[in-house]
């Protein structure tokens, strides 16, 4: 399910920047797997686009990890690439999540803040209720979106963007993402992915100072994601 050229989801385009609607099984840049990365399929369309000689310049502002979906940005220029990097680091890229999860949170709404702490041999992050060595304070809010059948939808607002963040905090609390088996959900979805998708980004274009806001819809295609909307 991973992208192509042909099947690649551009959601916003200009000289600057391009912002792309990552699918599950996409990686956001190259790792040792050594599958191509959603980088270099924008590079290739770009190229293919505008008809480019020579190597492409993109730039990978933040990731999303393989099995999660949704509103990713790249930069399209050098200056770009350094003004968003500069935004990430203060905060100024306002990221919403949507999360179907297991059970129900006891409140409709909230804020949760844990200390997480990644472990590189397994690529996972542990979730400590107070500040630990080499814990990273983690903060996000939620909110029930809708009640299904089985599952709930949360909306997600970053307030640090830690790894894993969502997934071990939301885990943490006996609600872990539907289909995430890393963080103990019971069993994976078909497609291998789970579903936590990055549903919209707002910011300050880093050139024409325009207001974005960029929502990035989801598979429809998805029985679950389908009864969100």
């Known amino acids: ?41 924008v590079k290739k369309y770009l190229k293919k686009k505008y008809d480019k000689p020579g190597n492409v310049f993109l730039g990978v502002v933040h990731r999303l990890d393989r ?14 690439l350094e003004r968003l990097n500069k935004m990430l680091r203060e905060r100024k890229l ?3 999540y949507w999360a179907v999860v297991k059970n129900k949170l006891s409140t409709p709404q909230g804020t949760l803040t844990h200390y997480l702490k990644k472990n ?17 304070k983690a903060i996000l ?20 963007g830690r790894h894993h963040q969502i997934r071990a905090q939301l885990a943490s609390l006996g609600c872990p993402i539907k289909g995430d088996l890393k ?15 990055a549903r919209k980004i707002e910011f300050i274009h880093p050139v024409t100072k325009d207001q974005l ?8 295609e998805d029985s679950i994601w389908k009864n969100c909307i």
């Open 213 to 220: 806001t960029i929502i990035a819809p989801v598979d429809k």
């Open 1 to 41: 399910m991973t992208s192509s050229v042909s099947n690649l989801q551009i959601l916003h385009e200009d000289n600057h920047i391009v912002i792309v609607n990552k699918r599950i099984g996409d990686i956001s840049q190259g790792d040792k797997t050594g599958d191509i990365p959603l980088s270099d399929i």
């Open 141 to 160: 809010h939620y909110k029930i979106v809708k009640e299904l059948e089985t599952h709930t939808l949360l909306e997600i607002d970053l307030e640090t």
């Open 183 to 197: 963080y103990g959900f019971n069993r994976s979805n078909k497609n291998g992915g789970i579903h936590l998708h």
């Open 94 to 96: 306002k990221k919403t």
């Open 67 to 80: 099995p999660t979906s949704g509103v990713i940005v790249f930069a399209r220029t050098s200056k770009a």
């Open 120 to 136: 590189p041999k397994n690529n996972k992050s542990t979730t400590f209720t107070k500040p630990t060595d080499g814990a990273k």
